[in-house]
């Protein structure tokens, strides 16, 4: 495991298939960047992966910068798939289910997860997406919502989507470039419809 000064071990691979296993009480918090394809960062298990982006921003790759973040909602590239236009929509407060969202959270997410899926088809020409969300009995689980750009003639429906294939034909070194020009689309999308501004007027209407 190496180590770039900072008090974090890492291991950089090019597929998560050759990490060792991690150290007792630890797993692997993978994100694209580093020298290979993927920076794996050695955390305890417990670790949400919301929490540790979020106090250790400095340590990503300038691809997963947020294109979007208002009091602690965030938009990201997926952390692990080099797909461009596959964003996360995070909250950097951990909820372990959708129930568990206070009102107020709910609604903006609904708001900004609407926003986001417009402006992919309008900033980005994607015609077609896969939305994701998940539970899990782990500890570390956290509400988010996964936008996946897909192929309508290859994935109609979830159960057709070779996820496992899917993702394993996009390569961070082929699309790095592609990424950022989407990551930039946009950020200028959001700008120009004011999201900030409509986000935050809901925030305090719903404070009343």
Not at 60 to 79: K, T
Not at 87 to 92: A, F, H, N, P
Request: net charge negative; aromatic share 10%.
């Amino acid at each position: 495991m190496t180590n770039d000064g900072s008090s974090i071990p890492f291991v950089d691979v090019g597929l998560l298939s050759e990490l060792p296993d991690p150290p007792p009480g630890h797993r692997y918090l993978d994100f694209l960047g580093g020298e290979r394809e993927l920076r794996c960062f050695v955390v305890p298990e417990e670790t949400p992966r919301c929490e540790f982006m979020s106090r250790n921003t400095q340590l990503l790759d300038p691809i997963l910068e947020p294109v979007y973040q208002n009091e602690g909602v965030f938009i990201r590239q997926d952390a692990s798939y080099a797909i461009p236009g596959f964003y996360i929509l995070s909250l950097s407060d951990q909820y372990r289910a959708i129930d568990a969202l206070d009102e107020t959270t709910h609604l903006r997410t609904s708001l900004i997860l609407q926003e986001l899926r417009r402006g992919m088809r309008i900033a980005l020409r994607i015609e077609y997406v896969h939305v994701y969300y998940e539970e899990k009995p782990d500890r570390s689980c956290s509400v988010h919502y996964w936008v996946l750009p897909v192929d309508g003639s290859r994935a109609s429906t979830v159960f057709r989507l070779d996820k496992r294939s899917y993702f394993g034909t996009f390569r961070l070194s082929d699309q790095r470039a592609a990424i950022l020009r989407a990551n930039h689309a946009m950020g200028e999308y959001f700008e120009d419809v004011g999201l900030r501004t409509r986000d935050q007027g809901l925030t305090n209407v719903l404070a009343l």
